[in-house]
Nanobody, 124 residues
Framework: HVQLVESGGGSVQAGGSLRLSCVASGHLDSRFCLGWFRQAPGKEREAVAAIGSDGGANYADFVQGRFAISQDNAKNTEVYLQMNSLQPEDTAMYYC??????????????????WGQGTQVTVS
């Protein structure tokens, strides 16, 4: 079993930045992917960014260079999402997710088998 704990959400003004963190623990070896998803009220959960154990990353089109996903090189069970130039439409609950085992990084939420509780991001 894998546990995921997110942190770093909050309220910011448009144009501001936030850095989300996610710590994964449990039965993991090197074959896992970590992703960030978000869900706004009344909308489906959508992928934001994902990273594989080899460091390869994918981003949703709406990110448009504003966000960056990264892993701690020393502790590859920690993943971060640096979000810049935040806009009100980025307001959502942000979830960290893990796919294990994972051969190739994926943005398909149905392929992730472990989820965190989420951290709220509000942009006004």
């Amino acid at each position: 079993h894998v546990q995921l704990v997110e942190s770093g959400g909050g309220s910011v003004q448009a144009g501001g930045s936030l850095r989300l963190s996610c710590v994964a623990s449990g039965h993991l070896d090197s074959r896992f992917c970590l992703g960030w998803f978000r869900q706004a009220p009344g909308k489906e959960r959508e992928a934001v960014a994902a990273i594989g154990s080899d460091g390869g990353a994918n981003y949703a089109d709406f990110v448009q260079g504003r966000f960056a996903i990264s892993q701690d090189n020393a502790k590859n069970t920690e993943v971060y999402l640096q979000m810049n130039s935040l806009q009100p439409e980025d307001t959502a609950m942000y979830y960290c997710a893990a796919r294990y085992p994972c051969v190739a990084v994926t943005m398909n939420r149905n392929e992730y088998n472990f989820w965190g509780q989420g951290t709220q991001v509000t942009v006004s």
